[in-house]
């Protein structure tokens, strides 16, 4: 990272968005205390990182993890659960990570969708008030995928701040109330979907249609001021005539 400087509301949904490399996870390591910064602090809830993922105020669900052999996916929820002072109760966090069905199926022996679930249902258990996710939807399918986004919204209806890293473009805009834009381990952008999307547009396009095709263009969302030419007159060559 390079002098990144980032501070985040409480209740707010945030995606870190980048490509591969950007510095996303290295964000996230720092943000846990996970690895130390060169130079400067890190504060959440006004404290070292490590006390305040002691206290549960945290959870987090990183992209590497492996699945804990012989254990069934309640008895690891509840384990992690014991671990913090006030945590939800195991029911909840399995039901707000679409795994309720799942609690007495060994985590061994999942899918890998279903283990990146048990992850974040493990994330969950300290009843944290921010959570986590480093590319949380990576091993999900479309349906699960929309079962996810579904709890994270209710997750964070109750005031609880969502951090999320993507570099799906499409995923940012659709969950996120801000965006911040990771570039080689710094924040070349901040801001909410639309106001990204503004900043990144402004371009003109010439087409040539007929005018009932750009009657109907016109009205499309997002298109700008338009005008209409005359066609350039056409030449037809003609072949001279001898006599």
């Not at 993890?65 to 109760?89: D, K, S």
């Not at 283990?115 to 008030?129: K, S, Y």
């Amino acid at each position: 990272m390079a002098g990144l400087d980032l501070a985040i509301e409480p209740g707010e949904t945030v995606a870190l968005l980048g490509r591969n490399g950007a510095g996303k996870s290295t964000a996230i390591a720092l943000l846990l205390g996970l690895t130390a910064p060169d130079a400067g602090t890190v504060r959440l809830f006004g404290a070292a990182p490590e006390h305040a993922v002691r206290a549960g105020r945290v959870g987090a669900m990183l992209q590497e993890g492996r699945a804990v052999p012989r254990v069934t996916v309640g008895e690891l929820v509840g384990f992690v659960a014991g671990c913090y002072p006030a945590p939800m109760p195991v029911a909840r966090a399995l039901e707000l990570a679409g795994i309720a069905a799942l609690a007495g199926r060994r985590v061994d022996r999942l899918s890998g969708g279903q283990v990146q679930r048990v992850r974040v249902a493990a994330a969950l258990a300290g009843d944290p008030g921010l959570l986590v996710l480093d590319e949380p939807t990576a091993a999900l399918d479309v349906e699960a995928r929309h079962a996810f986004w579904r709890s994270m919204r209710a997750y964070a209806g109750r005031g609880r701040t969502v951090l999320f890293s993507t570099h799906h473009l499409p995923e940012a805009e659709a969950h996120a109330d801000r965006v911040l834009v990771l570039d080689r381990g710094q924040i070349v952008a901040d801001g909410t979907p639309a106001q990204l999307r503004r900043a990144a547009g402004g371009g003109r396009v010439r087409i040539d249609v007929t005018a009932a095709t750009a009657d109907r263009l016109a009205g499309l969302p997002g298109s700008g001021r338009w005008r209409r030419t005359a066609p350039a007159p056409s030449c037809t060559p003609t072949t001279p005539t001898r006599r």
